[in-house]
């Protein structure tokens, strides 16, 4: 049983919290894969607090150098 709706759910609410986020469709699905992922209790390259940061500022969650792996 997938968790993407729940996942979704979660960046649906920390975005409408936040005003006039505007969240990339590329971010939106990192973001809902990665609540998956801790949903699931699988590895995951970002902790909670990126994942919550960057659906709330709408902020890419690595520096434009930075390797995600």
Do not use: C
């Not at 609410?13 to 005003?19: T, V």
């Not at 949903?39 to 434009?64: C, F, K, M, N, V």
């Amino acid at each position: 049983m997938s968790n993407a709706p729940r996942a979704r759910d979660a960046v649906a609410k920390a975005i409408s919290g936040s005003g006039d986020v505007k969240v990339s469709p590329a971010l939106e699905a990192e973001i809902v894969a990665g609540i998956a992922e801790f949903d699931r209790g699988e590895y995951i390259e970002l902790t909670r607090e990126q994942l919550d940061h960057a659906a709330s500022t709408g902020e890419w969650p690595w520096a434009e150098d930075e390797s995600r792996g």
